[in-house]
T-cell receptor, first 113, second 116 residues
Framework: AQKVTQAQTEISVVEKEDVTLDCVYE???????LFWYKQPPSGELVFLIR??????QNEISGRYSWNFQKSTSSFNFTITASQVVDSAVYFC??????????FGKGTMLLVSP | GAGVSQSPRYKVAKRGQDVALRCDPI?????LFWYQQALGQGPEFLTY????????KSGLPSDRFFAERPEGSVSTLKIQRTQQEDSAVYLC??????????????FGSGTQLSVL
């Protein structure tokens, strides 16, 4: 069975601080995909990134970066110079087979001015 | 609109009532998923359609839950004899291709169901 753990329930930062959201996953499959989604107060989950299990190269997209380490089964997400608009719940998710996603419980990020 | 549309946005039901939740996916999207999100939790898979075929309903919590997508576009999730534990946000998602593990899903804003 697969499992995603997001140990941080809630994180509060002040604008312009850097913040890292942790994600640890469990799976016996060798081929899998990892995702991060953002859920703003409107409720709609917004896709941020997808990474397959064979590609451990870290990725940067603007203020966002992701660190994938198979050795520790982690896929952490860092926001640099956080902004108030980054306030949301962030979900890490795992997928095998057809694209049914197994989500973590989410981390609520509060960025104050 | 261009996104996944769900209605109603909010639904209040008395325990024992039947409810029907609608999902209008992005036009042309083959795959459609229903997820249930309890308060403070991540979404949990309920069921998956590829066009009109329901290929996986392993996540439906009981036989009171029923989903259909008769013409391969709009889908309805029906809950019979609602119970308080059914209170949650029901999210619909669609994707363009037949289910692939790397597919990006597009989610609707959900229907928040409250059973009193």
């Amino acid at each position: 069975a697969q499992k995603v753990t997001q140990a941080q329930t809630e994180i509060s930062v002040v604008e312009k601080e850097d913040v890292t959201l942790d994600c640890v996953y469990e799976t016996r499959d060798t081929t899998y995909y990892l995702f991060w989604y953002k859920q703003p107060p409107s409720g709609e989950l917004v896709f941020l990134i997808r990474r397959n299990s064979f590609d451990e190269q870290n990725e940067i997209s603007g203020r966002y970066s992701w660190n994938f380490q198979k050795s520790t089964s982690s896929f952490n997400f860092t926001i640099t110079a956080s902004q108030v608009v980054d306030s949301a719940v962030y979900f890490c998710a795992l997928s095998m087979g057809y694209s049914t996603l197994t989500f973590g419980k989410g981390t609520m990020l509060l960025v104050s001015p | 609109g261009a996104g996944v549309s769900q209605s109603p946005r909010y639904k209040v039901a008395k325990r024992g009532q039947d409810v029907a939740l609608r999902c209008d996916p992005i036009s042309g999207h083959v795959s459609l998923f229903w997820y249930q999100q309890a308060l403070g939790q991540g979404p949990e898979f309920l069921t998956y359609f590829q066009n009109e075929a329901q290929l996986d309903k392993s996540g439906l919590p009981s036989d009171r839950f029923f989903a259909e997508r008769p013409e391969g576009s709009v889908s309805t999730l029906k809950i019979q004899r609602t119970q308080q534990e059914d209170s949650a946000v029901y999210l619909c998602a669609s994707s363009l291709a037949p289910g692939q593990p790397n597919e990006k899903l597009f989610f609707g804003s959900g229907t928040q169901l409250s059973v009193l």
